[in-house]
């Protein structure tokens, strides 16, 4: 993407997630956005198909902030954090710095494209970091169930952790999620 777009790109997204701190997701308008943004409708369009769009792409880089090219979570030198713990709180520490925008997300109007928007993201984590051939329970089920699953389990636990004002510490929220999780596994 050259220089211009990355620019536009930028400032749409950063002009979303303000209103997104304002507004109910069912209000923002792609007018509020682009005007926000102080971008034109056709720059708008040309990198997004829609505001739902957006907002699958600003889950995905929420999710995906900070990953290798295979996915794995890198600390601030780069080194790579292919702990399950340490992936899952990093997604959950790139959530709760924008807990304001999900919790409304996840109360709102936006709440369906949110958690459908989570979940294909966290699927294609997964379809990543999940060994082809798993030990334990994992091993017996349809790879597609298993990663859904997984991933559906991770949206229920954000949902909860966003009704609940974030209260619990990311450190615990993973340590229940994979409490859940890591039982398919061995």
Same mark, same amino acid.
């Given at each position: ?89 990093? =997604?959950? !520490?790139?959530?709760? *710095? ?8 996840? /109360? @709102?109007?936006?709440? $369906?494209? #949110? ?6 993201? =966290?699927? !294609?984590?997964?379809? *990543? ?8 329970? /994992? @091993?017996?089920?349809? $790879?597609? #169930? ?41």
């Amino acid at each position: 993407m050259d220089a211009r777009k990355a620019k536009s790109r930028a400032a749409i997204v950063a002009a979303f997630s303000e209103l997104l701190c304002e507004e109910d997701y069912g209000k923002i308008t792609v007018g509020d956005i682009i005007a926000r943004a102080h971008v034109g409708r056709a720059t708008f369009y040309g990198l997004f198909k829609s505001k739902d769009d957006l907002l699958s792409e600003l889950v995905s880089d929420i999710c995906t902030h900070a990953l290798d090219d295979d996915g794995t979570p890198l600390d601030d030198d780069g080194t790579p954090l292919d702990d399950p713990f340490v992936q899952v709180e990093h =997604i959950l !520490s790139n959530l709760w *710095e924008r807990r304001q925008g999900v919790r409304a997300l996840v /109360a @709102g109007a936006g709440s $369906r494209v #949110f958690a459908d928007s989570l979940r294909k993201t =966290i699927m !294609s984590l997964a379809a *990543e970091t999940v060994p082809i051939d798993p030990t334990g329970p /994992a @091993g017996t089920m349809d $790879r597609s #169930f298993l990663l859904h699953h997984i991933a559906s389990s991770f949206v229920a636990t954000v949902q909860w952790w966003a009704w609940h004002n974030f209260q619990s510490n990311k450190a615990d929220v993973a340590k229940d999620y994979l409490s859940a999780i890591q039982p398919l596994f061995s």
